[in-house]
């Protein structure tokens, strides 16, 4: 029994160590013992509903035993018509929904969510059947954002007034039921300089939906095309050969800058020039409202780069119109098959349509043969 003490390891832990370990070990048994405890210590509730919400609102609240009215016997009804997506969390508090389901129902709408029916609203976490039996007779989906509130309030005036989309402040942004997420999206947007000129341009900011964007469309301003823009652009005479140009050239036109100028001539180069000018709509980033804007100034004469069909490895071809599967697929039935006289020998290839050679051909030669 000596031998086997002298050989524990926790006889061999220092003074220092022995203590903090029968510290922990007495603090491990006091939370036990209090965790323990609380489930035999009574639990008396501070309040309670003696009586719910009918359609003559709330008669009172009992605390300790006496009964505190909330709204009097000949007040007007407390709870009201409301449409369930322009309601307030105190609003909600008022009408007898708990704290918890009021925070998780504001939240959804700030979030862009947006109830369609009963069912949906019975989904809000926190939301029990009393509390949803007691506001079903008031959710009314069809009703418009003025019209929720019986009696008019200083916020009610300032969602019916239109905003600049272009100047409004955070707080205007929130009064027409813009989410406040997709608020500070938008305000970046804006401090980065970008300018909203109607509502497809406003349709890029993350976080505007579809559903969204209808709603808030009655109540958006948005700025005037400046006539210089819009009638007479600084470069209104340029005239550019899209295939013979550099990133100079084309940043004097409308919408388009350092980046997007690269990103057009590194695709240009890849594909061995353009054919023709709707190409550039392939052009990741492009608008195609910039597009449309600066097509009059483009054009098109140099001649493209062409591949010779018959002598070129496609395997060892980039090229943004087929991946190195397909080159794979081409240049192992040309191999089968040479030499490739037409276009028509390639329509043999049954992994691709039609639309794919029709949309490559002017790339291909078949001139030169082996």
């Known amino acids: 029994m000596k031998r086997y003490f002298s050989n524990s390891l ?17 603090l491990l048994c006091l939370c036990i013992f209090m965790y323990m405890g609380s489930f035999f210590i009574p639990q008396i509730p501070t309040y309670r509903i003696e009586k719910a919400i009918d359609l003559e609102g709330i008669s009172g609240v009992e ?7 909330i709204v009097r016997k000949d007040h007007a009804r407390s709870i009201y018509s409301f449409n369930p997506n322009n309601i307030s969390f105190k609003e909600l508090v008022n009408f007898g929904v708990s704290s918890k389901a009021a925070f998780n129902w504001t939240k959804y709408l700030e979030k862009g969510g947006r ?8 989904r809000v976490y926190g939301l ?4 949803l039996t007691m506001l079903s007779p008031f959710i009314q989906f069809s009703l418009a954002p003025q019209a929720d509130k019986k009696k008019e309030t200083p916020a009610l005036k300032k969602v019916a007034t239109p905003i600049d989309i272009n100047a409004a402040e955070y707080g205007d942004l ?4 813009m989410p406040s ?8 947007y804006r401090m980065a300089g970008k300018v909203f000129y109607n509502m497809e341009e406003l349709r890029k900011v993350y976080g505007l939906t579809d559903s969204l964007l209808a709603e808030l469309a009655p109540f958006l301003l948005f ?7 819009l009638k007479e652009p600084t470069f209104s005479n340029l005239q550019i050969d899209l295939n013979n140009t550099d990133t100079v050239e084309l940043k004097k036109l409308t919408g388009i800058g350092s980046k997007l100028a690269q990103r057009i001539l590194k695709y240009r180069d890849n594909l061995g020039g353009f054919y023709e000018l709707d190409q550039l709509k392939e052009i990741y980033g492009l608008p195609d409202s910039t597009f449309q804007f600066i097509k009059p100034n483009l054009y098109i004469s140099s001649a493209i780069k062409t591949i010779q069909v018959n002598t070129t490895d496609f395997t060892k071809l980039y090229h943004p119109y087929f991946d190195k599967k397909q080159a794979s697929i081409i240049q192992n039935f040309i191999a089968a098959h040479k030499p490739i006289r037409s276009l028509e020998q390639l329509y043999d290839i049954r992994a691709f ?17 082996n």
């Open 10 to 26: 926790f006889f061999n832990f220092s003074l220092k160590e022995r203590r903090s370990t029968f510290l922990i070990i007495g």
């Open 63 to 69: 605390v300790n035993g006496l009964e505190h009215p």
């Open 115 to 122: 109830f369609k029916s009963l069912n949906d609203v019975k």
């Open 128 to 131: 029990s059947t009393e509390q």
């Open 174 to 177: 929130i009064s027409i039921g």
């Open 181 to 188: 997420s997709v608020a500070h999206v938008l305000l970046k």
């Open 223 to 229: 700025a005037d095309r400046p006539a210089s823009v």
């Open 353 to 369: 349509n039609t639309d794919f050679w029709k949309k490559l051909s002017p790339y291909l030669d078949f001139e030169k043969e």
